[in-house]
Nanobody
Framework: QVQLVESGGGLVQAGGSLRLSCAASGRTFSNYAMGWFRQAPGKEREFVAAISWSGGITYYGDSVKGRFTISRDNAKNTVYLQMKSLKPEDTAVYYC????????????????WGQGTQVTVSS
């Protein structure tokens, strides 16, 4: 089992920045690829970003490319999502997820999920 706890969400004005963190415990963190997903009210879950177990490969959803950066610190068992130039349409609950080894964009391929953290961007 892998336990994931997100933090760092909050209320921010459009154009602002936030950094989300996801702390993992329970298994060898460096074996797991990590992903960030988000879900806004009334909308389907959306892929945001993913990073390979080593950190050497990253993927981003089209709507966040150039604004968000995913990174990880295996020594701290933590993955981060740096969000810049935030827009009202970025408002959602953000979830981190884990799966062994290879990073993928499909949420259905992830085995473990956190409880989520709310990000609200005001216009």
């Amino acid at each position: 089992q892998v336990q994931l706890v997100e933090s760092g969400g909050g209320l921010v004005q459009a154009g602002g920045s936030l950094r989300l963190s996801c702390a993992a415990s329970g298994r060898t963190f460096s074996n797991y690829a990590m992903g960030w997903f988000r879900q806004a009210p009334g909308k389907e879950r959306e892929f945001v970003a993913a990073i390979s177990w080593s950190g050497g490969i990253t993927y981003y959803g089209d709507s966040v490319k150039g604004r968000f950066t995913i990174s990880r610190d295996n020594a701290k068992n933590t993955v981060y999502l740096q969000m810049k130039s935030l827009k009202p349409e970025d408002t959602a609950v953000y979830y981190c997820a884990a799966r062994l080894f290879q990073a993928v964009v499909a949420g259905s391929q992830y085995d473990y999920w956190g409880q989520g953290t709310q990000v609200t961007v005001s216009s």
